[in-house]
């Protein structure tokens, strides 16, 4: 069996705001409004993938803005959201997975609730803290960076990251990344290979973890790597040339 963990946001679709020209599909939208997109080109061979592989989308988005999106490529039984936190079973929430998460981020927990004491009462904060599914906080603020540097110097860097993206801002449990989520889903399924493709720091883990990692051009230059990945040429949106590299994959008798 050949999993393929893929993350989702810039990676296979994008925001209305992300120019992949006029050949798209929607796949999300929320109170009449459309908010992400697959090229045409990357809906067509996402469905030829789906066929070959055991496709799992891995995202750290939560599990009301994943159940947003209806990719329309056949079904995907399993995926893994919250950064890996939680499994979706047909959608539903794999209880077991969950328990063991929450397990898993124990000794984190009080550095997450000194950060989340620090980002209640910061001023600089311009979003609702939450703290999803009682594993990671988000937010977002006007100064995310200088934030995030106070934030690192309180807590204990050993238990937990604290991770910006643009204004976003996550204080995540070590123990809560996508790397851990892809180790612990390749011994369930007992998984022969592993391929993974992202785009952003959340993913670092989970391309290390996996046998083969894809990602856009520049990432290596932005995030200096000590494990080999795969760097697309960036002539094309970055999941155009990701989903035509993996069906080229499919095609061979032993795709890694």
């Given at each position: 069996?050949?999993?393929?963990?893929?993350?989702?946001?810039?990676?296979?679709?994008?925001?209305?705001?992300?120019?992949?020209g006029n050949d798209r599909i929607c796949v999300e939208s929320s109170q009449n409004r459309e908010l992400s997109f697959l090229t045409r080109y990357t809906y067509e061979?996402?469905?030829?993938?789906?066929?070959?592989?055991?496709?799992?989308?891995?995202?750290?988005?939560?599990?009301?803005?994943?159940?947003?999106?209806?990719?329309?490529?056949?079904?995907?039984?399993?995926?893994?959201?919250?950064?890996?936190?939680?499994?979706?079973?047909?959608?539903?929430?794999?209880?077991?997975?969950?328990?063991?998460?929450?397990?898993?981020?124990?000794?984190?927990?009080?550095?997450?609730?000194?950060?989340?004491?620090?980002?209640?009462?910061?001023?600089?904060?311009?979003?609702?803290?939450?703290?999803?599914?009682?594993?990671?906080?988000?937010?977002?603020?006007?100064?995310?960076?200088?934030?995030?540097?106070?934030?690192r110097k309180l807590v204990d860097p050993a238990l937990v990251d604290v991770i910006c993206n643009k204004e976003k801002l996550y204080v995540v449990p070590v123990n809560?990344?996508?790397?851990?989520?892809?180790?612990?889903?390749?011994?369930?399924?007992?998984?022969?290979?592993?391929?993974?493709?992202?785009?952003?720091?959340?993913?670092?883990?989970?391309?290390?973890?996996?046998?083969?990692?894809?990602?856009?051009?520049?990432?290596?230059?932005?995030?200096?790597?000590?494990?080999?990945?795969?760097?697309?040429?960036?002539?094309?949106?970055?999941?155009?040339?990701?989903?035509?590299?993996?069906?080229?994959?499919?095609?061979?008798?032993?795709?890694?």
């Amino acid at each position: 069996m050949t999993i393929l963990h893929l993350d989702l946001d810039n990676t296979l679709i994008y925001s209305f705001r992300h120019p992949i020209g006029n050949d798209r599909i929607c796949v999300e939208s929320s109170q009449n409004r459309e908010l992400s997109f697959l090229t045409r080109y990357t809906y067509e061979k996402l469905k030829q993938i789906n066929e070959r592989l055991f496709v799992v989308p891995t995202s750290t988005r939560s599990i009301e803005q994943y159940q947003r999106i209806r990719l329309g490529i056949g079904s995907i039984p399993r995926a893994l959201v919250c950064n890996g936190g939680v499994l979706l079973v047909n959608g539903e929430k794999h209880i077991p997975w969950y328990q063991q998460s929450l397990s898993l981020i124990q000794e984190s927990l009080p550095t997450l609730q000194a950060a989340e004491y620090f980002l209640q009462k910061d001023p600089r904060r311009t979003f609702e803290l939450r703290f999803i599914e009682k594993l990671f906080l988000f937010t977002k603020c006007s100064q995310p960076d200088s934030v995030a540097e106070e934030l690192r110097k309180l807590v204990d860097p050993a238990l937990v990251d604290v991770i910006c993206n643009k204004e976003k801002l996550y204080v995540v449990p070590v123990n809560l990344s996508k790397g851990k989520a892809v180790e612990r889903f390749r011994k369930h399924f007992r998984a022969a290979r592993v391929i993974a493709a992202g785009d952003s720091q959340f993913d670092i883990s989970m391309l290390r973890e996996a046998d083969m990692g894809i990602v856009p051009q520049g990432f290596t230059e932005k995030y200096p790597l000590d494990f080999p990945v795969e760097e697309m040429p960036g002539k094309r949106t970055f999941s155009d040339e990701m989903s035509e590299r993996i069906w080229e994959l499919c095609q061979e008798t032993d795709p890694l």
